[in-house]
């Protein structure tokens, strides 16, 4: 078993995550502990200021330098951690066109840590007509194998759904002898989660997110805009399909 940390700022642009896990690569073999580091408001309009760009354009430097700066800062409070596990930050993601683009070298991290680090998890997936995010349904399948093996869940089929910038569910099959074998695994994007109303608050109120939910909870649905909304063709797809956080801005006025 190996001590890994892993590091994820996410599409909803609020800070950068981090957790420990004993793992032999395929398995999990514990838990470790986990924190957050938050963004402060001139890093946080850097990045926000280079989404939708490429490698090479105006602002990409900069949200490379924040990326691995801030994760390098939260690092440090792992020293028990073998190795880093480093996503980036995603400024755009188009796989059926350009591909993805996640700024921050890994390279520059691990000379930042000193450690070892695994990076660019994305880019040779799209390169394979996959859709950039091949990890998740794995270690959701680890999980569910750890949890029904702990006695945490029945030997069930399970759905995971992760709210973050985006939506994204997995289904996984924990049954199964590996998370590749026909069958164990199935996941896409579900559509726009965190990003538009974080993007509205920030707009309108200078806010950095909707805290605890409180503005969405004082208000109620409307039916004609979310039947509207829902006629997007993304929603008739079949998977695999992913979003750019982006693909939804209109919904943000």
């Not at 760009?53 to 900069?62: F, I, K, L, S, T």
């Not at 997007?232 to 992913?242: L, Q």
Request: one cysteine or more; a negative charge.
């Amino acid at each position: 078993m190996i001590t890994a940390l892993g590091m994820m700022s996410g599409t909803s642009m609020d800070g950068v995550d981090a957790a420990v896990i004993e793992t032999d690569g395929s398995r999990i073999g514990g838990f470790g502990r986990s924190a957050f580091r938050a963004y402060s408001d001139n890093e946080a309009a850097a990045l926000h200021a280079a989404l939708g760009q490429w490698p090479g354009d105006e602002g990409v430097a900069d949200a490379a330098e924040i990326s691995v700066a801030s994760h390098a800062a939260l690092a440090d409070a792992f020293p028990e951690a073998e190795v880093i596990g480093y996503h980036g930050q995603t400024l755009a993601h188009d796989p059926q066109g350009r591909g993805t683009h996640q700024a921050g070298s890994g390279a520059d991290l691990a000379r930042a840590t000193a450690r070892p680090v695994v990076w660019d998890f994305r880019s040779e997936d799209v390169r394979r007509g996959g859709e950039g995010a091949p990890l998740a349904p794995f270690f959701h399948w680890a999980l569910a194998e750890w949890a029904v093996g702990q006695g945490v869940l029945p030997p069930a089929p399970v759905a995971f759904l992760n709210l973050g910038g985006v939506g994204n569910i997995s289904w996984v099959d924990p049954q199964a002898t590996a998370p590749e074998v026909e069958g164990a695994c199935l996941a896409f994007d579900t559509g726009p989660a965190n990003a538009p109303i974080n993007d509205l608050v920030r707009a309108r109120l200078r806010q950095v997110r909707d805290d605890g939910g409180a503005l969405a909870a004082s208000g109620k649905a409307d039916g004609a805009i979310v039947t509207d909304f829902l006629r997007h063709p993304y929603f008739e797809r079949v998977p695999p399909k992913s979003l750019d956080r982006d693909q939804f801005s209109g919904l943000v006025q």
